[in-house]
C-alpha cells in the first residue's frame, strides 16, 4: 500500500505563489503517474496537473502557464507550484499515485486564495 502526504497548503493573497509538496511512500517508477487534484465543496474532484515516471508532464486548462508540477526521485516526492493565484485556486488539493490501476490519495490540504 502506497502512502502518501501533502503539506505547504495554506492562505495565500490573489495573485501570490503557493508550493505544494508530496511524499510517497514509495518511488514512481515504469507506468506508475503521480497527479494533483482538487476539489472544492459539492463539486467533484478535479485533476490540476500530473507527471510519469519518465517526466512527461500535463495541467488543467485553468492552471496551464502559471503551474509547474515537478519530481524528485530521490526523495519520493512531487511538487505543485502555482502562480497568479486566483480565488478559484481555493480548494482542498489532494495527491494522488497511481500504480497498476490503483490509486493512492493523501488526506489533502487547504489552499484558500484570498481577493
Known amino acids: 500500500q502506497v502512502q502518501v502526504v501533502e503539506s505547504g497548503g495554506g492562505l495565500v493573497q490573489a495573485g501570490g505563489s503557493l508550493r505544494l509538496s508530496c511524499a510517497a511512500s514509495?518511488?514512481?517508477?515504469?507506468?506508475?503517474?503521480m497527479a494533483w487534484y482538487r476539489q472544492v465543496p459539492g463539486k467533484q474532484r478535479v485533476l490540476v496537473a500530473f507527471i510519469t515516471a519518465y517526466g512527461l508532464t500535463n495541467y488543467a486548462d485553468s492552471v496551464k502557464g502559471r503551474s509547474t508540477i515537478s519530481r524528485d526521485n530521490a526523495k519520493n516526492m512531487i511538487y505543485l507550484e502555482i502562480n497568479s493565484l486566483e480565488p478559484e485556486d481555493t480548494a482542498v488539493y489532494y495527491c494522488?499515485?497511481?500504480?497498476?490501476?490503483?490509486?493512492?490519495w493523501g488526506q489533502g490540504t487547504q489552499v484558500t486564495v484570498s481577493s
Open positions: 514509495e518511488t514512481i517508477f515504469g507506468r506508475d503517474i
Open positions: 494522488n499515485f497511481r500504480r497498476s490501476g490503483v490509486d493512492y
